[in-house]
């Protein structure tokens, strides 16, 4: 197995800033396995896949071809042909993606093309599950963290017309759906490095992550 990254942690913690800056700097392929989820997210909510049911979404799941890029610069994704890189950023979608990525057969189906994209190269890989389930083989593990006021400050600078406190209870809702589902529950994966992120610079991070790669 070559180089892969796992990039893990909560929303808003910096994966996919970090994640990005590292590849770029280290000349690897990136890819975010969250815009995979929420890639079968979008094509449930258009289909209008009842997705409080999860018979019903583990049915439908195979049948979306979703295709990621692997550009650090410009990360491509793609639903049947159709670019979603914008609609899977929106709040509907967003609202939505914990519930479909907490049913299994979603899980099974996105993790084998994760594993088909990582073994083709050396990599940085973002996600919740990398470490522990996608590639526990991983030769750097990295878990990061931030605290919840620091991560909903960062969301609410992304968005308009939000305020940190709602980012705030978004994000513990996702929090607590992410942790406490069944299958593969977000958690600090084995062998994992944690970096907490608070009260640090993007590129500070990113230094960090470099020098842990060359370790
Ligand atoms: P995640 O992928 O974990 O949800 P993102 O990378 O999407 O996180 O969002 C993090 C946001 O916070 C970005 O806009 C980034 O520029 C900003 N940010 C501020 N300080 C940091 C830091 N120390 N580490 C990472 N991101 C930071
Ligand atoms: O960018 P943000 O941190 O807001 O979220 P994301 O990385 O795009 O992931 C969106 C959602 O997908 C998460 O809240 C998880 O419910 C799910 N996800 C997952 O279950 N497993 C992964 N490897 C990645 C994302």
């Known amino acids: 197995t070559g180089l892969v ?12 800033s970090v994640s990005r800056g590292a590849a770029r700097a280290l000349g690897l392929r990136y890819l975010d396995t969250g815009a ?8 449930m909510l258009q289909q209008g896949v009842d997705l409080a049911d999860p018979a019903a979404v583990a049915a ?8 990621s890029g692997t550009d650090p610069d410009g990360p491509a994704i793609h639903v049947d042909g159709v670019d979603v890189a914008g609609p899977i950023r929106e709040a509907e979608v967003t609202g939505a993606v ?28 973002e996600g919740r599950d990398i470490g522990s389930v996608v590639w526990p083989d991983a030769p ?19 968005l308009a017309g939000t305020t940190v406190e709602a980012q705030q209870e978004a994000l513990a809702r996702r929090d607590t759906l992410d942790s406490t589902r069944k299958t593969d529950p977000l958690s600090m994966a084995a062998g994992a490095v944690e970096l907490d992120t608070t009260a640090l610079t993007l590129d500070e991070v990113i230094a960090e992550v ?3 790669v060359k370790e």
């Open 210 to 212: 470099l020098r842990l």
């Open 140 to 158: 750097v593990k990295i878990y990061l963290t931030a605290s919840p006021e620091a991560r909903a400050r960062r969301r609410s600078a992304e």
């Open 60 to 67: 439908r799941c195979g049948e979306p071809g979703i295709v």
């Open 5 to 16: 990254v796992a990039m893990d942690g909560p929303s808003g913690s910096g994966k996919s």
């Open 98 to 125: 914990s519930v479909v990525a907490a049913v299994p057969e979603v899980r099974a189906r996105l993790v084998a093309l994760q594993r088909e994209i990582i073994g083709s190269g050396d990599i940085v890989v």
């Open 36 to 43: 995979m989820y929420r890639a079968m997210t979008w094509w």
